[in-house]
T-cell receptor
Framework: KAGVTQTPRYLIKTRGQQVTLSCSPI?????VSWYQQTPGQGLQFLFE???????NKGNFPGRFSGRQFSNSRSEMNVSTLELGDSALYLC??????????????FGAGSRLTVL | AQRVTQPEKLLSVFKGAPVELKCNYS??????LFWYVQYSRQRLQLLLR??SRESIKGFTADLNKGETSFHLKKPFAQEEDSAMYYC????????????FGGGTRVLVKP
């Protein structure tokens, strides 16, 4: 069973640009969550999508947005990039129901560097 | 609001010594607690969850609702236990969103 796949793995952008990150969850998982990981702040929750609907949202500005498609794949977008957006962005999927519903499986992450 | 606190950012122990990672939480209701681990150059992965009441890689964790704690323990640390450990909480009151603590880096010295 393929794991959670995130693309791209690494990217470099400049301030003011925008970026789109993609996440393919484990087959059968309907929930996709996004986290920002930095050395100073640890793991910060961005948002969660379940069956194409945003189910939870963290405390990030509106520049951070996401969506989920009918095949459960998800994308997150960051507009007007700032230096402080440099981080590892982690995607995680879970079934969202039944036994083990809240167990997250993480992808390898997309490392974003903003110059 | 739910919150998870890991008071130690770094724990350094010698091989064979006991190790205990502290985790305290704030939540109104019955939470589901987890420990996740991230080894060097590997993905963040589930170590154990309180519902399972298992011992994984020699680690155990007991949920203490009175003290709102979920400390992770291992009686004899091994060098391969060196990693970043995150305590996490999920609860229905917050739509089952998983909230993570700040993490504790464990360094096991030979």
């Amino acid at each position: 069973k393929a794991g959670v796949t995130q693309t791209p793995r690494y990217l470099i952008k400049t301030r003011g640009q925008q970026v789109t990150l993609s996440c393919s969850p484990i087959s059968g998982h309907r929930s996709v969550s996004w986290y920002q990981q930095t050395p100073g702040q640890g793991l910060q929750f961005l948002f969660e999508y379940f069956s194409e609907t945003q189910r939870n949202k963290g405390n990030f500005p509106g520049r951070f947005s996401g969506r989920q498609f009918s095949n459960s794949r998800s994308e997150m977008n960051v507009s007007t990039l700032e230096l402080g957006d440099s981080a590892l962005y982690l995607c995680a999927s879970r079934t969202g129901g039944g036994s083990g519903a809240n167990v997250l499986t993480f992808g390898a992450g997309s490392r974003l560097t903003v110059l | 609001a739910q919150r998870v606190t890991q008071p130690e950012k770094l724990l350094s122990v010698f091989k064979g010594a006991p190790v205990e990672l502290k985790c305290n939480y704030s939540y109104s209701g019955s939470p589901e607690l987890f420990w996740y681990v991230q080894y060097s150059r590997q993905r963040l992965q589930l170590l154990l969850r309180h519902i399972s009441r298992e011992s994984i890689k020699g680690f155990t964790a007991d949920l203490n609702k009175g003290e709102t704690s979920f400390h992770l323990k291992k009686p004899f640390a091994q060098e391969e236990d060196s990693a970043m450990y995150y305590c996490a909480l999920s609860g229905k009151a917050a739509g089952n969103k998983l909230t993570f603590g700040g993490g504790t880096r464990v360094l096991v010295k030979p």
